[in-house]
């Protein structure tokens, strides 16, 4: 079975570009989460998807992210326009059950380098 | 606001000793508690959790421990080899969200 999969691994974009992250999580997995690491600091929430809606996108940082799931499947993160302090990696993930503790899969993350 | 805290310096022991990681809590109340692992320029991988009505739980090498009046928990890996040389990251976890909420890891090393 695949795990959940992120596209692109690696990106340099010039500031005031815009990316777009993708995730696809794992078959029949309703919950889906980004979370990003900036050089030096720890992992942090971004945002929960059930299905095709918001659950909680308290994480998020400022209107240039935009994250979607149409459909319900894959999901999109797009960063317009990007900023330098927006470097680091984005993880995304996903779950099977929306409650707490509950196993949550990582992507190996895509790596944002804004120059 | 809320804390997580892991030893930031690296822990270094021989292979075949007990490596022993703390992840400390404040101004939170976890009802959950999951361990992961993190390899450079990889994602985390889930190990363990434990409640928060459970003192102890227990996977082959690994024990983790969580004690709610310390707002601690311990992570223990026995015998421990080159092999699990990574960085280990706790994230608490409340009750009504799957959100979880890092520390920012300890990292690992395991000398033969």
């Known amino acids: 079975e695949a795990g959940v999969t992120q596209f692109p691994s690696h990106s340099v974009i010039e500031k005031g570009q815009t990316v777009t992250l993708r995730c696809d999580p794992i078959s029949g997995h309703d919950n889906l989460y980004w979370y990003r690491r900036v050089m030096g600091k720890e992992i942090k929430f971004l945002l929960h998807f059930v299905k095709e809606s918001k659950q909680d996108e308290s994480g998020m940082p400022n209107n240039r992210f935009l994250a979607e799931r149409t459909g319900g499947t894959y999901s999109t993160l797009k960063v317009q326009p990007a900023e330098l302090e927006d470097s680091g990696v984005y993880f995304c993930?996903?779950?099977?059950?929306?409650?707490?503790?509950?196993?949550?899969?990582f992507g190996e993350g895509s790596w944002l380098t804004v120059v | 606001s809320q804390k997580i805290e892991q030893n930031s310096e690296a822990l270094n022991i021989q292979e075949g000793k007990t490596a022993t990681l703390t992840c400390n809590y404040t101004n939170y109340s976890p009802a959950y508690l999951q361990w992961y692992r993190q390899d450079p320029g990889r994602g985390p991988v889930f190990l363990l959790l434990?409640?928060?009505?459970?003192k102890e739980k227990r996977k082959e090498r690994l024990k983790v421990t969580f004690d709610t009046t310390l707002k601690q928990s311990l992570f223990h890996i026995t015998a421990s080899q080159p092999a699990d040389s990574a960085t280990y990251l706790c994230a608490p976890q409340k009750s009504n969200t799957g959100k979880l909420i890092f520390g920012q890891g300890t990292t690992l090393q395991v000398k033969p």
């Open positions: 434990i409640r928060e009505n459970e």
């Open positions: 993930a996903s779950s099977l059950d929306r409650g707490p503790g509950n196993t949550i899969y």
